[in-house]
């Protein structure tokens, strides 16, 4: 396995723009005012900045995610939990045809080292690959400060049930956590709780669409309850979720609010197979064997049920398992 380099030389360094370049294996990325640079040694592929940044925060954050993060028609990353792909032309047709396809396996903290270094240099004052295109500066330009506190974001545990005693993560505006300007028109009123003398302290509700209301990142499924393998992950949705997820498991939607489009596609060549809107309180399934990318025109409300059963993806490759959870 390849071992990384950092430089400040390389073409984009080079013209004095401030950036570092980074090497792992045989790819060497990059940047410009405007684009990511990808070399590997079947050629050279580019993507906008702003989409580069918005997927490898998503790439890092996520620990590679379930399966397949696609930063776009050719560039992305395959997880093996433990060791990584990294590649470019793998799961499109023509590349494949062409066999301009390339592919190589890194330890994941490896990887993830060097793209975090990366996203750290190239992510500028101002620009925040998390937020909603419409609620961040700009990602463009020669090199100018950084966004270490919105890059390094730490997810908030809840120590006792979200708004007891005690708990620090119920959202307030008081915090600073304030109610999304598109989500005005979500009601913010409290469960009425009435509990059995003595336990006050230990009974508790609260409205969910309230706290969801208050979130500041969009297409960043956050685990909200977890039993066993079943994670139930709420997140808030704006524009175009930045990766093309390629599934190795089923994985269920839920729309709790406004509404989603979905592009599915093959998950190997990129094939169409289906657009699927989800209006509020649609329900979906989205098989083990495809890759999709959501459009929200309004923020919405959306629940991700992801099943952590490390045994899936080899079941699900094998042919053990359909794609698809049900047989109608
Ligand atoms: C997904 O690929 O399933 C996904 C990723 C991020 C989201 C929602 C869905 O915010
Ligand atoms: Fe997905």
Not at 120 to 136: I, L, Q, R, S, V
Not at 267 to 275: D, E, H, L, V, Y
Request: hydrophobic share 35%.
């Amino acid at each position: 396995m390849s071992t990384a380099t950092i430089s400040t030389t390389g073409a984009a360094a080079g013209r004095g723009l401030g950036y570092k370049t980074f090497s792992i294996g045989k790819f060497h990325f990059g940047r410009d005012e405007y684009f990511a640079h990808i070399t590997y040694p079947k050629g050279l592929h580019i993507i906008p900045i702003d989409n580069f940044l918005r997927s490898l925060m998503r790439d890092v954050a996520w620990g590679f995610f379930y399966g397949t993060v696609n930063f776009d028609h050719v560039f992305g990353t395959v997880n093996h939990y433990g060791t990584v792909d990294m590649f470019a032309g793998l799961l499109n047709e023509g590349y494949r045809a062409a066999k301009q396809d390339y592919v190589e396996t890194f330890n994941s903290k490896d990887l993830k080292k060097v793209f975090e270094d990366m996203l750290a240099d190239w992510t500028n004052e101002g620009f925040d690959p998390f937020a909603a295109p419409d609620e961040t500066g700009k990602a463009f330009g020669p090199k100018h400060g950084n966004n270490l506190k919105a890059i390094q974001r730490e997810r908030m545990v809840a120590k006792r049930m979200v708004g007891l005693p005690n708990d620090l993560t119920y959202r307030t505006d008081a915090a600073g956590q304030t109610i999304n300007r598109q989500f005005t028109d979500v009601p913010q009123d409290k469960p009425e709780v009435h509990a059995e003398p003595g336990f006050e302290n230990e009974v508790h509700a609260f409205n969910m669409f309230a706290y969801v209301s208050r979130s500041d990142v969009t297409w960043n499924p956050s685990v909200v309850s977890c039993v066993h393998d079943s994670q139930f992950c709420s997140t808030t949705e704006e524009q175009i979720l930045p990766i093309t997820h390629g599934n190795d498991r089923v994985e269920w939607f839920i729309q709790a609010s406004d509404e989603i489009i979905w592009d599915i596609e093959d998950g190997k060549t990129g094939r169409p197979r289906a657009k699927v809107t989800m209006k509020a309180g649609d329900v979906a399934a989205m098989p083990a064997d495809i890759r999709h990318r959501g459009y929200s025109p309004k923020r919405s409300m959306l629940i991700v049920w992801e099943n952590n059963d490390g045994t899936l993806p080899q079941r699900y490759a094998s042919g053990e398992l359909t794609p698809y959870p049900v047989e109608f």
